[in-house]
């Protein structure tokens, strides 16, 4: 079956500071990879997609992610935090059967000044 | 977002009530969604349809059903509500076209059990 780990609940990072969203997925067939953020009492908003050609993916407000196929991978990584990036972040994985979208639980930034 | 909305945006309810919950979109999408998030659980998907009167089960479908008798309307009925279906609740639809594959998700209906 088709699964999502984000492995950390929380990540902490200082304003200025690289960070990276750790995301692992489970899949057959070809991977559908998605970053949502979500803001406090909000919807969800699309940062970025993989669904084929360059690893790297650009996505919205400088976010970017690198798809690892061997390590079975998705990583949203941003050079340089800022403190309105502190929010929730979900990794999802499309489930090819019906289209489903599977979520990882998620994981807390919070970005100091 | 554009293109989707759900209603009510807030509920609440008393225990052993029924509930229905109501997705619209207007961009004619085969595929449509219910996702409840919880604490510590992400999203997860309760139904989902395929189009209109084809629908199925997803991981947390106990306590709930669904129907689609036109394209653009998802409802989501709790039949006899409880305080574990406490929850947010998200309709998504689905954009399948090779160029835009995607997923846009309504605003949300908080839902309290009480």
């Known amino acids: 079956a088709q699964s999502v780990a984000q492995p950390e609940d929380q990540v902490n990072v200082a304003e200025g500071n690289p960070l990276t969203v750790k995301c692992t997925y489970s899949?057959?067939?070809?991977?559908?990879l998605f970053w949502y953020v979500q803001y406090p009492n909000r919807g969800l908003q699309f940062l970025l997609k993989?669904?084929?050609?360059?690893?790297l993916v650009k996505g919205s407000y400088g976010f970017e992610a690198e798809f690892n196929k061997s390590q079975t991978s998705f990583h949203l990584k941003k050079p340089s935090a800022l403190v309105s990036d502190s929010a929730l972040y979900f990794c999802a994985v499309r489930d090819s059967g019906y289209n489903k979208l599977i979520f990882g639980a998620g994981t807390r930034l919070a970005v100091h000044p | 977002d554009a293109g989707i909305t759900q209603s009510p945006r807030h509920k609440v309810t008393e225990t052993g009530t029924p509930v229905t919950l109501r997705c619209h979109q207007t961009?004619?999408?085969?595929?449509m969604y219910w996702y409840r998030q919880d604490p510590g659980h992400g999203l997860r998907l309760i139904h989902y349809s395929y189009g209109v009167k084809d629908t199925d089960k997803g991981e947390v479908s106990d306590g709930y059903s669904v129907s689609r008798s036109k394209t653009e309307d998802f409802l989501l009925t709790l039949e006899s509500a409880t305080s574990s279906q406490t929850s947010v609740y998200f309709c998504a639809i689905s954009e399948t076209g090779a160029t835009n594959y995607g997923y846009t998700f309504g605003s949300g209906t908080r839902l309290t059990v009480v």
């Open positions: 899949v057959s067939g070809n991977p559908y």
């Open positions: 961009e004619n999408h085969r595929y």
């Open positions: 993989y669904i084929t050609g360059d690893n």
